[in-house]
């Protein structure tokens, strides 16, 4: 194997440098103690790299709830190939899963050649080469735990996805905002638009290639559309009164949102390539926060018709509605399962605001984490996280806990508050 050259390095300490200005940090506060213990063993001929590609797998794998990482200083050795393993000595320390690489240099890119082993069955389970270019080890890194991910648990990773969220630092009229897109676990951001005036609300279009979100940089709330790739935006509505909560329907097609042009606020939907709106609701009471099925069928959204904020469901070809959340007198921002049998919303408990589970089938809730402020709440593609806008120290900070409640973690910013998560779809 070739040696990294020195301005082969150089060049990717320069890009790397010039990344992470605005990057969230994940500090993890719960395991899964029922988690499978797993040993990802660092890759070998990758020292010089500015990543360590395999402790980003490791890491990405433990964020998940669903495995253990092996300590390094625990690990006996560090194979790089199968046929350099010991399994008996994997066995002794209950590991279940071994994943062993080698990074080496190929042109101006970097080649990564790892093995998914069984401990137990002493197999081999998965064998793949990811390349990338300088730029995007974290990318390939991330990939490489999608793969990982779905072959022990036959559910597709979501590693490679994206976040959308707020940030916004300084106080009264100085108050700054800006609206980021991220890697699921909050590094390699980028921002999307700055402001001196609110930003919230952001929503990804079903490809991923376009985010709609709120901003009050007219001096009243607006919704727009930007295209990711080109910067380009157009301004959809600027009705008198709220223009709030976007969201996408499953085709691309059309937006939800609520608006208060007519009044209370009340539920939409724009034909976004002709502009014209169809009134959903009209019950003189507030509805917002729409969200749609995942069969584009039907919609939610959080209604105080009852007296208090609580989930509705509306079939979009009767116009029937019913009422889905009984629990409590505070229920809202609902947002489906990727397979439809759930809804994540946030319900005021004994414990103030959290994050919820409610099964569809036979209407139980049950509550996840232990934050006492949740809001926002948005769920990862593969339905195993949620992730939402929290406090923490007085700081807005984003948290994500597991489908089950067992694993949660908390991702703040080096300064200023964030907020107003949303989760990108599948990208590939």
């Not at 062993?100 to 990564?112: A, F, I, T």
């Not at 916004?168 to 700055?194: F, H, K, Q, V």
């Amino acid at each position: 194997m070739r040696t990294l050259t020195t301005p082969w390095l150089l060049a990717i300490l320069m890009i790397f440098s010039s990344l992470a200005q605005a990057d969230l940090t994940i500090d993890i506060t719960r395991g899964n103690e029922q988690a499978t213990p797993i040993a990802i063993v660092p890759f070998a001929g990758g020292e010089g790299l500015p990543e360590d590609l395999a402790q980003i797998v490791a890491d990405d794998l433990e964020r998940s709830g669903y495995f253990t990482p092996l300590e390094r200083r625990a690990m006996f050795s560090q194979p790089s190939s199968r046929d350099q393993v010991t399994y008996g000595d994997w066995k002794s320390l209950n590991t279940r899963y071994l994943a062993v690489g080698r990074v080496s240099q190929e042109g101006n890119n970097v080649s990564v050649r790892y093995e998914l082993l069984n401990v137990g069955g002493e197999s081999l389970m998965l064998e793949e080469i990811v390349t990338a270019s300088p730029d995007a080890l974290r990318a390939a890194a991330h990939r490489i735990s999608d793969r990982i991910f779905e072959e022990i648990t036959d559910i597709r990773g979501a590693f490679s996805t994206r976040i959308a969220y707020v940030t916004s630092s300084g106080m009264g009229d100085n108050t700054r905002y800006w609206l980021y897109i991220a890697d699921a676990d909050g590094r390699n951001s980028r921002e999307i638009l700055s402001s001196d005036e609110p930003v919230m609300s952001p929503a990804w279009s079903p490809d991923g290639k376009k985010l709609a979100y709120v901003s009050f940089e007219t001096q009243r709330p607006a919704i727009y559309v930007q295209d990711l790739a080109s910067g380009r935006r157009a301004k959809l509505t600027s009705f008198e009164g709220l223009n709030s909560a976007p969201a996408w329907s499953p085709d691309g097609r059309k937006l939800a949102m609520a608006l208060s042009k007519d009044g209370q606020p009340d539920i939409y939907l724009m034909d976004i390539g002709s502009g014209s709106l169809q009134r959903l609701t009209d019950s003189g009471s507030i509805e917002t926060e729409p969200s749609w099925s995942p069969d584009g069928r039907s919609l939610i959204y959080t209604s105080d018709r009852s007296g208090g904020p609580q989930i509705y469901r509306q079939d979009l070809g009767s116009g029937s509605t019913k009422r889905l959340t009984y629990t409590g007198g505070y229920n809202a921002r609902g947002q489906f399962s990727p397979d439809g049998e759930q809804l994540f919303l946030i319900h005021r408990g004994s414990r103030g605001y959290q994050v919820a589970r409610q099964d569809l089938s036979n209407g139980r809730l049950v509550e996840l984490g232990d934050s006492q402020f949740a809001e926002s709440p948005s769920v990862a593609p593969n339905g195993t996280m949620v992730i939402f806008a929290t406090q923490r120290g007085g700081k807005g900070v984003l948290g994500a806990v597991s489908a089950d409640g067992r694993a949660s973690f908390v991702l703040p910013a080096a300064q200023g508050d964030v907020r107003d998560p949303a989760w990108s779809p599948f990208l590939n």
